[in-house]
């Protein structure tokens, strides 16, 4: 029978003290809990009070040193395709082109002075396929290729999440590999003017040329 | 049917009102309390629970229709309109269609015996009070109509669950309000609102009339929540074990008519215990010696307001459990019903009756 009791009394002052803290929280609704993020002194000492944030209207900001989206700085890029090779989930396209040899100074070198030998007309980095390890970011020899603090971008339309980097446009990436067969031909050419082994030659710097790194 | 010449003038004149053969006061007797239903449940009930939920949460709740979300119950209306009324192929069709509606005439007849002010009851029945809880006991009906012809295992557990509950706590709800019914000496709920009116405004209603009318109306509170299906007692539609109880195959306006059905009988139960305990439309505030605060606000018109305060003071305090205390088992439920409130809801009426003679 004691128990009987006890059980109503351990229920009415439960069900009171419960009703006490969510009153307390009702109260508080006039108030927005501070955002003092965990690493804050104050982070348990915060008000009381509306915690819900109205994200598209209110965001709380990404850290500078957040790893988010990727970003191709492509202007560094010099097309070794390590990124593309060490991508878990394919997610990087590139597409490149020989630099002749008079266009060396047009392709220009990259910001820490290395001389660009390859252009890149396709570097496409699927983002909805990218899950942001980063593999791609530590193999790359230019640190071209990095983890911004963007954290939303998201789209209505998937194909929107396909992001294009490459520095010409078609008709330009047309006109280099025509370049660049022109001037093949011409050097296979001018190697078979000059006689021995013709046929041997050629063919084996043809092929890398056409195919330049995947092939391996 | 009227027993004091001051009393339910308007509804009278109303109900002699008629075209012809044709009684039109009636009608709008009839409709008051409806559109009342509806608006209250489209404001308060509905945005009201939304916003005060959020609130006790540290949530916003709706925000994004309308300022600070107030269109948002109309946004869900419009939805609700526009959905398919579906009705399952394997569901028994009459009983299907036919649960919502004796649902919600089970919980809108109540409203007939309910005193919306001095002036204005639908029936002034001199039964009032034994009317309303009897009347009730047809939302048992729709319940099980609904769940049965659902021919759905979680809409029928929910049903039985629900039928089981309501029907084990009307007996100690039924006992607490005899113990207002005793003080009051009469079942008629104007008489009984009458019995609690005065000058010194709450010094005259029964909660503070009389020592352990606390008891009573603690048990009526917790009955009433379980009568309604409210958490803690929501056992009935317990989200995370039967989907939604016996209305899991409703939707579109079938859905809407149960959600308005539970909340009109949320309001009917405020309102019956606030007549019962809080002195129904009586203001409050006491005539302090010239300041005459209770003559000032008694009327028909503050009468009226008073009993929709009351109510919705009780519907707060309902809302405000729902989001302290998690949901009973069953077991626990009909212990709490059979073993904690029928004892006492017993003792308190022993006591009641003793009190009236002696005091």
Redesign the interface.
Known sequence: MSE?FSN?KTGTTT?AT??A???K??F??VKR?GDAGIDDADYFRQV?????L?YPKEVIPTPPHGRYRLYCNIDDCIGCRQCERACPVECIAIETIKTTNDDLAVCGKTSGGQQKRMWVPLFDIDTAKCMTCGICQSVCPTDCLYHTAVADFSEFDVRNMMYHFGNLSKIEAEAKRKKLAEQQAQAAKEKAAAGGAPAAKPAPKAAPQQKPDGAE | MSSSPSLNTWSDALSGFSIGWFPLGLVIVAVIPLVFIALYALTYGVYGERK?S???????GP?EVGFWGILQTLADILKLLQKEDIVPTAADKFLFVVGPGILFVGSFLAFAVLPFGPAFIGADLNVGLFYAVGIVAIEVVGILAAGWGSNNKWALYGAVRSVAQIVSYEIPASIALLCAAMMAGTLSMQQITVMQAGPNGFMHWFLFNNPIAWLPFLIYFISSLAETNRAPFDIPEAESELVAGYFTEYSGMKFAVIFLAEYGSMFMVSAIIAIAFLGGWTSPLPNIGGLELNTMTSGPVWGAFWIIMKGFFFIFVQM??R???PRLRVDQLMYLCW??LTPFALISFVLTAVWEIYR
Do not use: P, S
């Open positions: 009987y109503i069900i419960g009703m803290i969510t009153l929280h009702f508080n609704a809990k009381d009070g509306l915690c819900t109205q | 005060i959020a609130f006790m949460q540290d949530r916003l925000m405000w459990l989001w302290t205390l073993k904690v």
